[in-house]
C-alpha cells in the first residue's frame, strides 16, 4: 500500500504530516545539543573539581603526599579527570555524528520535498487551467445555441409572417443558418475541451499525483528511518566510551584496594621519628639530708626535666609528646655553634659551670628577655640553622644525607663539564684551526671555582652528619680529581696537595672512575660515518678515517664532542661536526 493509490485527494494530510516529520527532526536536534552541553558542563565541573582538590607543585613535597591513602586520593582525582574526558568524547561524538549530520539531512529533505510540493501544485494548476478552458467553451456552446435556436424560430415566424416580404424571409433564414453554424463550432470545440480535460484529470490523479505522493512517501520513510538511526546512536555514543569510563571507574576502585593503613603508619614513624632517647628516671633527693644542691655535682648527673636536659646536652632538643622543647638550642646565641654529640645521660657541657639551671636563666634574661617574655615563646618560634639543627636527630640526619646528595649530583655535573672543557683544550691546543685554547680559560676557572665551592660545601655537610651520629657516605669519598691539567689538585686552604698523602676532603670522585669503567659495556645507541679524517692525537680522543663506520655509545652533552667504539674496542671522543650521526629508535 503506497499513499499514490490510497491517499490520493488527501495532498493537505500529505502536506502536513511530511511537514510534521521535519519539524520532529528539528526538534530531536535542538535535544541532542542540550544533552551535548549538558555533557560538556558536566565534564567542566568534573575537571575544575579533580582541579580544585589536586595538590599544587609546591606541596608535591610535602610529607603526606607519601602515604597510600593520600596516593590513592590523587589517582581517583586522575581517574576523574579521565573520567571527565570521557564526557567530553561522548559531547564531541554527539554533536558530529547526531547534530551535524541530522541538520546536514534535515536540509537535503527540506529541498527535496519543496520540489516534489513544486511538482504538484504545477500539475494542479494545469489541471484548474485545462478546466477553465473546458468551463469556458462549454459556457460559449450553451450561449451559441441558445442564440441559434432563437435565430431559428425567428426565420420560421418571418417565414409564416404574410407581411414580410421575401428578402426580409432570406435574411432570417441566412441568420438562423450562420448561428447554427456557430453553434455547431462551439460544439465542437466544447466536445474537443471536454476530451483534453478527462485525459489531464485521468494523467493527473492516476499519474502525476500518485507519483508525487509516493515519492514523498519514499522521503518521508527515509526521513524516518535516519531519525531512527540518530535513536540509536544516542545510545551507541555513550555505549562506545563504557568501556573505558569503566576502567576509569576500576581505576578509583584499585586506588581504594591500594590503600595500605600499615605502610601508612611506618612511613609516618620514618617521617616523624626524632630519635631522641626516652628520659631516664629521676632521683631521689633528700633534703632531709642537708645536701647542697647547687653545689653537687651528683645532683646533675640524672635530667631533672626539660630545663636540665637542656643543660646536660646542648646539641639534643627535648621533645615531650612529640613536641618541641621550651628551650631549643638554636635559640640561644652564645651555643649556637653545635657541639660533638654526647651520650643522652652523659655529663654536662663544662660551659654552662656547675649550676645548669641557673646559668641557661641568666643567658636568657641577658640576650632574649627585651623580646621573649616566656618560655612558651621560646616554643612557638624555632630557629632554622644551616646544619639543620632545629630538628630532631633522626630528621636532621635525613635532612643532611638528602643534600648530600643534592650536592653530589650538582658536583658530578660540574665534573663532567670539567672533563669537556679540558678535551677541548686540548684539542684545541693540538689542533689551532679548530678553535682557540684561550677562549676557554673563563669557563675552566669558573667550572674550577664551583668544583672548589661544592667541594667545601660536601665537606662540611659530612662533618654535619658524622657528628648527627650519621652512617658513613663511601659514596661520596673518593680519589682526588685532576681533569688532564684542567683542575690541578688542591687542599681546602688552596695549598698543592702531595699525591702520596691526598687530602680527604677532597677525596670524592672514586665513583667517576667506576661509572666510567661500566660505561665500556654501555650498548651502543646508534651509529655515525665519518664525513672527514680526524688524528685523534689528543687524550680521550680516538682517530677516525672519512666514510669509517663507529658506534655512538654516548650522545653530545652540548660542548661539541661525541664518544664513540670501533668494532674493537677501542673508545674515544671525536668532534660530533665531523660525522653524520643516526639514532636508534
Known amino acids: 500500500m503506497d499513499w499514490g493509490s490510497e491517499l490520493w485527494d488527501q495532498y493537505d494530510i500529505i502536506e502536513k ?35 580544585k582538590y589536586n595538590i599544587k607543585r609546591s606541596s608535591k613535597d610535602e610529607p603526606e603526599c607519601r602515604l597510600s591513602s593520600y596516593q590513592s586520593f590523587l589517582d581517583i582525582l586522575n581517574e576523574m579527570n579521565d573520567y571527565a574526558g570521557q564526557r567530553e568524547l561522548i559531547a564531541e561524538n554527539m554533536m558530529m555524528n547526531i547534530c551535524i549530520d541530522l541538520t546536514k539531512y534535515l536540509q537535503d529533505i527540506k529541498q527535496e520535498r519543496k520540489m516534489y510540493l513544486i511538482e504538484a501544485k504545477k500539475a494542479q494548476q494545469s489541471l484548474e487551467s485545462t478546466y477553465k478552458q473546458l468551463d469556458s ?30 428578402a426580409d424571409v ?221 630538628l630532631p636527630p633522626e630528621q636532621r640526619r635525613k635532612r643532611l644525607q638528602q643534600k648530600l646528595e643534592e650536592i653530589f649530583k650538582e658536583l658530578q655535573k660540574e665534573v663532567d663539564q670539567s672533563e669537556a672543557l679540558g678535551k677541548m683544550k686540548d684539542v684545541y691546543e693540538k689542533n689551532p684551526q679548530m678553535g682557540d685554547p684561550a677562549s676557554l680559560a673563563s669557563q675552566i676557572s669558573q667550572t674550577s671555582q664551583n668544583i672548589e665551592r661544592l667541594r667545601a660545601e660536601l665537606n662540611k655537610y659530612e662533618t654535619w652528619l658524622t657528628e648527627a651520629g650519621g652512617r658513613d657516605t663511601p659514596r661520596y669519598k673518593s680519589h682526588t680529581f685532576n681533569n688532564n691539567g684542567a683542575h690541578d689538585v688542591h687542599s681546602p686552604d688552596g695549598a698543592h696537595s702531595d699525591e702520596s698523602t691526598p687530602d680527604a676532603s677532597q677525596a670524592i670522585y672514586a665513583e667517576f672512575d667506576d661509572d666510567f669503567e661500566d660505561e665500556e659495556l654501555t650498548a651502543p645507541i646508534g651509529s655515525c660515518t665519518a664525513m672527514y679524517n680526524f688524528p685523534g692525537a689528543s687524550e680521550g680522543t680516538i682517530s677516525m678515517q672519512e666514510g669509517e663506520v663507529l658506534a655512538v655509545v654516548e650522545e653530545d652533552k652540548g660542548d661539541g664532542w661525541t664518544r664513540v667504539r670501533r668494532n674493537n674496542g677501542d673508545e674515544g671522543y671525536i668532534p660530533t661536526s665531523y660525522v653524520t650521526i643516526t639514532l636508534n629508535k
Request: net charge positive; aromatic share 8%; charged share 30%.
Open 137 to 166: 467553451s462549454k459556457k460559449r456552446f450553451e450561449r451559441e445555441w441558445r442564440e441559434a435556436e432563437r435565430a431559428a424560430q425567428y426565420a420560421e415566424k418571418t417565414d409564416q409572417d404574410i407581411n414580410a416580404t421575401k
Open 170 to 390: 432570406e435574411k432570417a433564414k441566412q441568420q438562423a443558418h450562420m448561428r447554427a453554424h456557430v453553434a455547431e463550432e462551439c460544439k465542437n470545440d466544447y466536445a474537443a475541451q471536454l476530451q483534453k480535460y478527462n485525459k489531464e484529470q485521468n494523467q493527473f490523479y492516476y499519474i502525476d499525483m500518485p507519483l508525487i505522493f509516493n515519492k514523498l512517501q519514499d522521503l518521508d520513510e527515509k526521513r524516518v528511518r535516519k531519525l531512527a538511526q540518530g535513536y540509536i546512536l544516542f545510545s551507541d555514543t555513550e555505549k562506545h566510551v563504557m568501556p573505558i569510563i569503566g576502567k576509569c571507574l576500576e581505576g578509583v576502585t584499585k586506588a581504594g584496594t591500594n590503600v595500605n593503613e600499615r605502610n601508612d603508619s611506618m612511613v609516618v614513624i620514618e617521617q616523624n621519628k626524632s630519635g631522641f632517647d626516652r628520659p631516664g628516671d629521676l632521683e631521689f633527693e633528700d633534703y632531709s639530708q642537708g645536701i647542697n644542691r647547687a653545689s653537687s655535682d651528683s645532683s646533675l648527673s640524672t635530667p631533672k626535666g626539660p630545663m636540665d636536659l637542656l643543660g646536660k646536652n646542648r646539641s639534643k632538643n627535648f621533645w615531650l609528646f612529640s613536641k618541641r622543647s621550651k628551650l631549643s638550642p638554636a635559640t640561644l646565641p652564645p651555643f649556637s655553634t653545635p657541639p660533638a654529640p654526647s651520650p643522652a645521660n652523659g655529663p654536662p657541657s663544662p660551659k654552662f659551670g656547675r649550676d645548669t639551671l641557673s646559668y641557661c636563666l641568666k643567658e636568657i634574661n641577658k640576650t632574649v628577655k627585651p623580646r621573649i617574655s616566656s618560655f612558651r615563646t621560646l616554643r612557638r618560634s624555632p630557629t632554622v640553622t644551616e646544619d639543620f639543627g632545629h
Open 17 to 51: 504530516h511530511t511537514q510534521s516529520g521535519l519539524e520532529l527532526v528539528e526538534k530531536y536536534v535542538k535535544f541532542v545539543k542540550e544533552r551535548t552541553e549538558i555533557e560538556q558542563n558536566y565534564a567542566k565541573q568534573l575537571r575544575n573539581l579533580s582541579k
